[in-house]
T-cell receptor, first 115, second 110 residues
Framework: GAGVSQSPSNKVTEKGKDVELRCDPISGHTALYWYRQSLGQGLEFLIYFQGNSAPDKSGLPSDRFSAERTGGSVSTLTIQRTQQEDSAVYLC?????????????FGSGTQLSVL | RKEVEQDPGPFNVPEGATVAFNCTYSNSASQSFFWYRQDCRKEPKLLMSVYSSGNEDGRFTAQLNRASQYISLLIRDSKLSDSATYLCVVSGGGADGLTFGKGTHLIIQP
C-alpha cells in the first residue's frame, strides 16, 4: 500500500516476554519516528531515524527498549522483558525529510497489551 | 523540558456553531507549528500547518501569536464529522524536532 504499515495491529503478551513491533514507512521517506500513546494521553516520542545518521534515542524510556532501521527502510521496535506499564499504542510515522518541515504520515499503530 | 499545553476539553458544541481553542508553547525558539487531527482509535493526521501570517483552509483558520506563544484553531460552521481530538504540534528544538500536545477533545452535537 501507499501508506505507513505497522504490524501486528494488536499484540497481547505476558509480563516478562519480549516483543517486536514492525514498521514499513512510505517508500522514499528518509525520516522515521516511533511514538507511544497511552489511553487518553498525548504522543510520547521514543526514537527518530533520519537517513544514515545515528538515531536519536533520547525518548526511549529504559534500556529494555531498542529499535533499528535496516537499509533505511523497515524499522523494528523491540521491547524486552515487557512490563504492564508498557501497554499502549505504538505509532510509527515517516516523512520525506525532517518532520519540522515535512508532513508526518502515521501508521495505524500496534496496540500492545501486557498481561 | 519543552511544553505544549492544551485544554483537554471536551468541548461540546452544537452543529453549525463556531469553536476555537488555543495551544500554548514554552519554547520561544520554536519555528514550526501544526494542527493534527486524531479520530477515536485512529492515527493522527495533519490538519494544517500554522504560518506566521495565519492561514485558512475552508472552515478552518489557524493563527500564531509569537509574542504570547500560542497558536489557535478556529472551526466555523462545525460539522458532526469534526468531532475528534485536535493535537497541537510545535517544533524548534531537540533532535526529534516535534513536541505534541495531549490534544483537545471536540464533540459536535446534532
Amino acid at each position: 500500500g501507499a501508506g505507513v504499515s505497522q504490524s501486528p495491529s494488536n499484540k497481547v503478551t505476558e509480563k516478562g516476554k519480549d516483543v517486536e513491533l514492525r514498521c514499513d514507512p512510505i517508500s522514499g521517506h528518509t525520516a522515521l519516528y516511533w511514538y507511544r500513546q497511552s489511553l487518553g494521553q498525548g504522543l510520547e516520542f521514543l526514537i527518530y531515524f533520519q537517513g544514515n545518521s545515528a538515531p536519536d534515542k533520547s525518548g526511549l524510556p529504559s534500556d529494555r527498549f531498542s529499535a533499528e532501521r535496516t537499509g533505511g527502510s523497515v524499522s523494528t521496535l523491540t521491547i524486552q522483558r515487557t512490563q504492564q506499564e508498557d501497554s499502549a499504542v505504538y505509532l510509527c510515522a515517516s516523512s520525506l525529510g525532517p518532520a519540522t518541515n515535512e508532513k508526518l504520515f502515521f501508521g495505524s499503530g500496534t496496540q500492545l497489551s501486557v498481561l | 523540558r519543552k511544553e505544549v499545553e492544551q485544554d483537554p476539553g471536551p468541548f461540546n458544541v452544537p452543529e453549525g456553531a463556531t469553536v476555537a481553542f488555543n495551544c500554548t508553547y514554552s519554547n520561544s525558539a520554536s519555528q514550526s507549528f501544526f494542527w493534527y487531527r486524531q479520530d477515536c482509535r485512529k492515527e493522527p493526521k495533519l490538519l494544517m500547518s500554522v504560518y506566521s501570517s495565519g492561514n485558512e483552509d475552508g472552515r478552518f483558520t489557524a493563527q500564531l501569536n509569537r509574542a504570547s506563544q500560542y497558536i489557535s484553531l478556529l472551526i466555523r460552521d462545525s460539522k458532526l464529522s469534526d468531532s475528534a481530538t485536535y493535537l497541537c504540534v510545535v517544533s524548534g528544538g531537540g533532535a526529534d524536532g516535534l513536541t505534541f500536545g495531549k490534544g483537545t477533545h471536540l464533540i459536535i452535537q446534532p
